[in-house]
């Protein structure tokens, strides 16, 4: 309660404040000031987050959250949002991109604020502190923005600080849900297994004959594995057995953390029902799609029978990057979107400690790297440490039909030509604020229009496989809601995702798990709903072609999909 006290002061400022009258200069200098002062607490809080934006000054640091930590974090956050509900009165001197930008801030603040000062769902959650060492090293090491040895001290400096981050967890975790401490005992002995594995021989090329620097690594990296051992056997024997709290957040606050985070503002019944009628419809398609197939089977058996078709372990990678290329020339093609560099992404092998639960995705750099630009596009190779069985079930899911659809949601015209888009972004919000629904919106989006467009001369394998991956992101719709806002277990969420949405148990299993940690992952499809109505709208009242609304949509960033309309549609 004393928690609820502090945050709602500050949500009834925004109609209370008063009007003092400034003048558009004084106006524009007070919102610049106050992106400014927002990034800089921001990035002094996640230094992580600066470095994987491409912003250097912080690559030494790694904050731990301690409570008093957290607590100046809160104290700043309030100020902020208080200076923005100020300014708000002020829209009058503001332009409109700077008032939309506003209120894109305005929302990421109020988000923040509800889970730091009042659900706690980070803090204690030991998986924020088990993934937390590999998540800040290993932009150090991918992305060549500075000399090796350079890149190594900043690498020293993060491990010396490991210690420290796990002493905060140990503050910070209360009485978690089973599933977050079994998560977390996973990624702690991943990242044990990243920094002795992985970190190490890179570590020993960097140094080159600088045994000072070599030293100074050992001597970090050691300590570093030695508390990282230390926090699985806590986690193990002393936070597992106590591990019976609850991950839902309940409805009030799910309602909340959507309209702040994503400006979804549809009452919570309207939204289960939007997400079981989605369901149901993309349900029907897959049965109807796999009886175009094949009339004698169930579309289970349809649908297994797309995995007999895959390439083998060796070729994996060299058949990602065939595939891949085909699937831009389809988009070329179609002229569905315009690309504003002839860039490509690399295809690589997925680091060791990112393999667990999944099998593709593309690791982009930050809108400030300014050397660095390589995109990664991950594939999870088969472990060598496999059997034969394990391994046929891996390459399964890297089916003909379905891999060329995973090119579409990562790639081609997904998130990779959104990155491509990166550089037009026109300010420092759109660049660096960045809306589920809009990135993983138009990612399912895109996977449904290349179907829409003939993709593969309209072959329905093709179009099973996308279905299959829109119900996936329909059951996430529909759990998720479930976990969070009613009584319904991980067991009961992984059997929709098994009995109506045709996920393999594996996946189901993985994903009911996520959705107790990751509360609005339904964004995908609420926000590939959204961009479908605002293509629907834009071409009914501005009229144009495809191309122009999807140029029109992506040129405006990654914001919220409700700000986008209101860009799109000059509205105040």
Known sequence: MRRLALLLPVVALWGCATTRGMSPEEARAAYNK???DFFAGEFAFDPVRATKAGIHHYDGDLEAWTEPRIQARVAGLEDLLNRATALWTERTALDGDDLIDLEALDGRLRAELLDWNLLRFTARNPMTYARRPAAAIDPLLTRNFAPAKERLKSVVARLEQVPSVYAAGRGNVTDPPREWTELAIALARSTESYLRDTLTPWAKEAAGNDAILWADFQRANITAIASTQDLEYWLTKTVLPKSTGSWAIGPRAYVTLLKHAEFVITPLEELQAQAEAQLQKDRLLFVETAKEIDSTRTPEQVLASLGNEHPAARALLAYAQQTLEQVRQFVVH??????????????????????????????TPGPYESHAREAFY????????????????????????????LHVREAYPGQFVQFLW????????????????????W???VEELVIEEGFADNNPKYRLAQLQEALLRDCRFVVGIGLHTTNMTVRQGTERFTKECFQSPRVADAEARRGTYD????????????ILELRKDYLSQKGGTLKQFHDAFLSKGPLPVPLVRKLLFQER
């Open 34 to 36: 106050l992106v400014e």
């Open 334 to 363: 179609k002229d569905l979107v315009s690309f504003p560099s002839d860039a490509r992404p690399r295809v690589a092998e997925t680091p060791v400690y990112l393999r667990a639960g999944t099998d593709a995705f593309l690791d």
């Open 378 to 405: 991950f594939i999870t190779p088969p472990e060598l440490s496999w059997d034969s069985r394990h391994t046929e079930e891996h390459l399964r899911e890297f089916n003909t039909s379905r891999f060329p659809i």
């Open 422 to 441: 990166g550089p037009r972004f026109p300010t420092k919000v759109r660049k660096l604020l960045v809306a589920n629904s809009n990135v993983r919106g």
């Open 443 to 445: 990612a399912d989006y």
């Open 519 to 530: 509360p609005t992952y339904s964004s995908s499809t609420s926000g590939k709903l959204m």
